[in-house]
């Protein structure tokens, strides 16, 4: 009891201070039965005078879970937040729809991982509301239960923040859209959609209903026709021609599957080949493929879309799914206004995916984009720098000196050349000066500014995909992991504003293919070197990749016997 009092008490004093997670000693109380819990959040035994910097992860999707799992922990003190305490494998959500995999197949623990990973990490399952970046602090709230205060916030302050968060959903502000449709975006969501899919089926089998209510409940309306709405339509056109048409028999000729899209096709990131190859398919499927309409309105019982040549059309429909894109998430929102990027759909980072106008912060996966720099912004610094004798004019050798560093810091000049087909510097700067034989040629400001005028035109933005994610992920723990040597000896390209090197050379994304299920074991595939394969032979390097990139043996082992019951036995249609 005197012990208790006396913990009692130093908690009261602590809460009351809103203190900061950064002590030797956190006490945590809880007001049922009196009780009380505490628990110590000290550091483990360092080289005298040595301090680990403080890492703070929001999130535990791909971006968070690969940074983490490729950090050496024993260089930061390394928390991680998140309201979910798992990575789920979110390229499957769409076989998790349909009972094709099972939810806890595609989910690892954030523990698990962070065991298996060793090393100094800290997990709390809470939601950061709002991030401090003056006092590099950010406030996070807790669903799990309550401080003294009775609100279940705390404060965190970090060294590096490492915002990983993904995105939601962007409805575009359509009406009635986030009451009447489901999304894709989570393990819980795909969950709504296999108990919705299944309830749509029971009420269509209830005895005193008509057949135009029948079809109503059987219409099933996805809007949206990138990879996760053409993939979640073909597999629930599996689901039902494979499965519930034999439980369902007096009612399965009135199931009805819609695509919409806004688009004049789907699948619009793909492959011409395999556009067409998709359309033609769900066509024959008997999957009703809208394209160039765009749904403007969603309510209860029906949806409003809209084409230039029909006007507003509404379609009764039993269930909805919206895939249409990605928002930003509101605490993100609030972020960006402090910042200056009040007017960015995402957050904008530089090539080192460093949060622009914010020190000490990333920001990688779907809630950012890489800002690339434009070579037009930066021409007058690089003719400085290239320009070594100061002589107002540039030789080709001059230019070839600082290429490798131009193609570094500006991959949009590798690739302008590439799709010109220039074999070289020379034939770049041929459009600024005609003859480029000699190497003493010199090109003036002007017509080195002419030269490369259209390079930009290269600049893209990359897919918001879990393969972009990973690859930012696994970068970013690399040069954290290489930080202080790249101090001494930096490895990064000129800096064209500024003296020296960076330390880092920026990210670049590698392309390594994309998928596109089409059900009925067919599978279309683009990998890099235009190479594009469709068909059953493609389904079969689907699922040996998807297997692959599992990031557990646990979880591959329950994907690959989920596939295989599927098989043997089928998809089970339980409404649970």
């Keep these: 009891m005197r012990w208790t009092a006396f913990a009692w008490e130093s908690a009261s004093r602590a809460f009351n201070n809103r203190p900061t997670f950064t002590g030797l000693v956190v006490v945590l109380a809880a007001s049922s039965g009196g009780g009380l819990v505490a628990y110590a959040d000290s550091q483990p035994d360092q080289p005298q005078g040595f301090k680990k910097k403080k890492v703070v992860v929001l999130g535990t999707g791909w971006a968070g879970t690969t940074f983490l799992r490729n950090l050496d922990s024993k260089l930061y003190d390394v928390q ?233 059309i509404a379609v009764p429909y039993g269930m909805a799914v919206w895939s249409t894109g990605i928002g930003t998430r509101p605490f993100v929102v609030d972020f ?103 190497e003493s040629v010199e090109l003036s400001i002007e017509e080195f500014k002419k030269a490369l005028s259209l390079v930009d035109s290269q600049v893209k933005n990359l897919p918001a995909t879990a393969q972009v994610a990973a690859q930012q992920g696994q970068y970013l723990a690399t040069c954290f992991n290489k930080m202080q040597a790249a101090e001494e000896n930096p490895e990064g390209p000129i800096r064209i504003r500024g003296e020296g090197r960076h330390r880092f050379n920026p990210f670049r994304y590698r392309h390594l293919g994309q998928f596109a299920p089409l059900g009925g074991e067919q599978t279309a595939a683009q990998l890099p070197g235009d190479w594009v394969s469709i068909g059953h032979s493609s389904q079969w390097l689907w699922y040996s990749v998807y297997a692959t990139k599992q990031i557990s043996w646990r979880t591959r082992a329950l994907v690959i016997s989920d596939w295989g019951r599927r098989f043997i036995f089928g998809r089970d249609s339980s409404g649970i």
Aim: hydrophobic share 35%; aromatic share 8%; charged share 30%.
């Design 80 to 312: 991680v937040i998140s309201p979910r305490n798992y990575f789920a494998f979110t390229p499957l959500l769409p076989s998790v729809t349909c009972g094709t995999v099972e939810p806890r197949s595609v989910v690892e623990p954030i523990r698990r991982i962070l065991e298996k990973k060793g090393g100094d990490f800290k997990f709390w399952e809470a939601e950061c509301f709002k991030i401090d970046p003056a006092n590099k602090k950010i406030h996070c709230r807790s669903n799990m239960g309550t401080n003294l205060d009775g609100n279940g916030e705390f404060l965190v302050d970090y060294d590096y923040l490492v915002v990983a968060v993904g995105a939601r959903s962007n409805t575009f502000n359509t009406p009635g859209v986030t009451e009447n449709c489901h999304f894709l975006k989570e393990v819980e969501d795909a969950q709504k959609i296999r108990r919705s899919v299944m309830d749509c089926f029971e009420k269509a089998s209830l005895p005193y209903l008509n057949e135009e209510e029948r079809k109503k409940n059987l219409h099933f309306v996805v809007v949206g026709g990138g990879p996760t709405g053409v993939e979640f339509a073909a597999e629930l056109h599996d689901f039902v021609t494979e499965d519930l048409s034999k439980l369902y028999p007096s009612i399965q000729h009135l199931v009805k599957i819609s695509l919409i899209e806004a688009a004049d096709h789907i699948l619009t990131m793909f492959d011409k080949r395999i556009t067409n190859f998709a359309e033609d398919k769900f066509g024959r499927d008997g999957i009703d493929v809208k394209t160039g309409y765009k749904v403007v309105k969603v309510s209860k019982d029906a949806i409003t879309m809209q084409n230039p040549a029909t006007g507003d």
């Design 336 to 438: 960006m206004k402090q910042i200056g990027q009040a007017n960015r759909r995402v957050l904008a980072t530089d090539e080192w995916l460093r949060v622009r106008e914010c020190d000490d912060v990333y920001a990688v996966g779907d809630c950012a984009t890489i800002n690339q720099r434009r070579v037009m912004e930066d021409i007058s610094e690089i003719f400085r720098v290239a320009d070594k004798d100061k002589s107002g004019t540039l030789t080709v050798k001059e230019i070839q000196d600082i290429l490798e560093d131009i193609y570094v810091r500006y991959p949009q000049v590798k690739l302008y050349m590439k799709s010109k087909q220039l074999n070289g510097i020379a034939d770049l700067i041929r459009t600024g000066k005609g003859d480029t034989e000699k």
